[in-house]
């Protein structure tokens, strides 16, 4: 865990547990944590299953990298530090998110193992679910889909330490969602649904 600079502060509890907005939701709060290479289809999935979700009543929102970046973490670049702040603040947002009792869709790269498992730590210690799934996409693929041409400007040096070619992607050892490149993302979004509602996230 990151140090406490801040002094003097008492964490003030809610007189609203998590059974009574279970009650309330038909649904626990938790984390999914969508990640893989630039292009690999987290936000795609995301936005994907958090549309297929509302649909149905529940209450998702979705921490997408891109957006988070033109607000709450507007003043972090891309350096090794910045990338684990950027990391951190978020994983304490989607901790307060999912205590609220919603469900959290967060999709970050975030190629190191050590930052996702920051983010993990942040939601055990909470008592909260946090579910990495790993979008395992090949990078000749990701490169193919480039729309916004990151990867040709990374290629051409005009962009440093840019994940899957000059900065490496840790893949992840411990998500309990792995997808690869096969199925559409509709197919991708079911097998996500079809593990909330095994593993209780979700009531019908």
């Excluded at 964490?11 to 938790?30: H, L, N, T, Y």
């Excluded at 530090?81 to 304490?92: H, K, Q, Y």
């Excluded at 840019?162 to 997808?179: C, D, M, R």
């Excluded at 096969?182 to 979004?189: I, K, R």
């Amino acid at each position: 865990m990151q140090p406490r600079h801040s002094t003097n502060v008492v964490w003030q509890p809610s007189r609203v547990d998590r059974r009574k907005r279970r009650e309330i939701f038909s649904q626990s709060g938790a984390t999914l944590w969508f990640t893989g290479l630039s292009g690999a289809g987290k936000s795609t999935l995301a936005f994907l299953i958090e549309h297929m979700l509302v649909e149905q009543k529940y209450k998702a929102y979705v921490l997408d990298g891109d957006n988070v970046r033109h607000g709450l973490n507007s003043n972090l670049g891309f350096s090794a530090a910045d990338r684990e702040e950027n990391i951190r603040r978020v994983g304490e947002v989607a901790k307060l998110f999912a205590d609220s009792g919603m469900i959290v869709l967060a999709s970050f790269i975030s190629p190191f193992r050590k930052d996702r498992a920051l983010v993990r730590g942040i939601h055990q210690q909470a008592g909260l679910p946090f579910i990495e799934i790993f979008i395992d996409t090949p990078l000749s693929v990701c490169e193919e889909r480039d729309s916004k041409q990151l990867y040709a400007k990374a290629r051409r040096g005009e962009i440093k330490d840019f994940t899957g070619i000059s900065s490496p992607y840790e893949v992840p050892t411990e998500a309990e969602i792995h997808l690869n490149n096969g199925p559409s993302p509709q197919e991708q979004a079911q097998i996500v649904l079809d593990y909330l509602e095994l593993h209780g996230i979700l009531e019908k």
